[in-house]
């Protein structure tokens, strides 16, 4: 992987040289509203590149599927200087964030693509082999992940879904549920509800509404992988969804949020035993 991210570096460097002496917004000193976009522009594009021009180290290594997102979400804005001296603005956008994790490799090679494609929107002049040996990069990867996929008789989806179904399975296994009785969460409102004078069709409302369950976030973790940023909305949607999360049967059992399902499995076992797991970007009909 070092060896991969280290050509690709040396390939991309050049590029990026280019298109910042066409859009750097010191520049556009004279252009105030032109050095305001491309400065903005300019720091999201390292952003988008930073997978492939910085050395990752620790469990922050990959860009996690929340961040992908936040960094694709709206297209990239400049304004640069046309032939004739005009100022000519452009709108481009880097590839979206897929529904899965990305491989290491193959998002630091998808990026380096998205930037050639910049280059020819800006009418940065590239190099024909680099890239050509960029793209060649991608094909061969792209083989490789088919390769593997064919190899192991399944494909990246029907993994996930896989996965998916085995965290379901975790929850139903470490459900409270108790087989002697009503679930305790369960009978001590009802039991306070009737104490407070509410008759079967009161409670039976009552009981099926959200605000029935509270989420203990004192046993809410996140993985390391996650962004921080996202904490905040994420205890939110929980909180909003525990009913259709069935939190009354899993609420003695800590909560362990990471980026995707892949990250929460180490080939056929969970990274995290005795938590329940979910996604920042969970689907309740998929929980």
């Known amino acids: 992987m070092a060896d991969h991210r280290t050509r690709l570096q040396t390939l991309i460097k050049p590029l990026l040289r280019g298109v910042l002496l066409k859009v750097h917004p010191d520049f556009f000193a004279h252009e105030p509203a032109a050095k305001r976009i491309n400065q903005a522009s300019v720091q999201r594009l390292q952003d988008l590149l930073?997978?492939?021009?910085?050395?990752?180290?620790?469990?922050?290594?990959?860009?996690?599927?929340?961040?992908?997102?936040?960094?694709?979400?709206?297209?990239?804005?400049?304004?640069?200087?046309?032939?004739?001296?005009?100022?000519?603005?452009?709108?481009?956008?880097?590839?979206?964030?897929?529904?899965?994790?990305?491989?290491?490799?193959?998002?630091?090679?998808?990026?380096?693509?998205?930037?050639?494609?910049?280059?020819?929107?800006?009418?940065?002049?590239?190099?024909?082999?680099?890239?050509?040996?960029?793209?060649?990069?991608?094909?061969?990867?792209?083989?490789?992940?088919r390769r593997q996929n064919s190899g192991s008789g399944t494909t990246s989806q029907a993994i996930t879904d896989?996965?998916?179904?085995?965290?379901?399975?975790?929850?139903?296994?470490?459900?409270?549920?108790?087989?002697?009785?009503?679930?305790?969460?369960?009978?001590?409102?009802?039991?306070?509800?009737?104490?407070?004078?509410?008759?079967?069709?009161?409670?039976?409302?009552?009981?099926?509404?959200?605000?029935?369950?509270?989420?203990?976030?004192?046993?809410?973790?996140?993985?390391?992988?996650?962004?921080?940023?996202?904490?905040?909305y994420t205890v939110t949607r929980i909180e909003n969804e525990l009913h259709d999360l069935e939190y009354n049967r899993w609420h003695s059992l800590p909560l362990m949020v990471v980026d995707c399902w892949e990250s929460a499995f180490r080939g056929g076992s969970t990274r995290y035993p005795g938590f329940v797991v979910l996604p920042c970007e969970f689907d309740t009909k998929e929980c």
């Open 162 to 232: 896989l996965r998916a179904a085995r965290a379901r399975e975790a929850r139903a296994k470490y459900t409270h549920a108790n087989a002697k009785g009503p679930d305790p969460v369960h009978a001590a409102l009802m039991g306070h509800l009737r104490r407070n004078g509410g008759n079967d069709s009161v409670l039976a409302q009552r009981d099926a509404k959200h605000a029935v369950l509270r989420l203990n976030r004192t046993k809410v973790f996140f993985a390391d992988s996650v962004n921080p940023e996202t904490y905040r």
């Open 50 to 145: 930073a997978p492939v021009l910085r050395q990752p180290t620790g469990p922050r290594a990959h860009e996690s599927l929340s961040r992908s997102r936040e960094l694709t979400a709206t297209p990239l804005q400049f304004t640069f200087h046309a032939p004739n001296g005009s100022l000519q603005p452009v709108s481009f956008a880097f590839t979206a964030g897929a529904t899965h994790c990305l491989d290491a490799q193959q998002l630091c090679t998808q990026r380096s693509l998205d930037l050639v494609r910049l280059c020819d929107a800006l009418g940065v002049k590239t190099a024909p082999d680099t890239v050509q040996e960029i793209t060649d990069t991608a094909a061969s990867l792209g083989a490789q992940k």
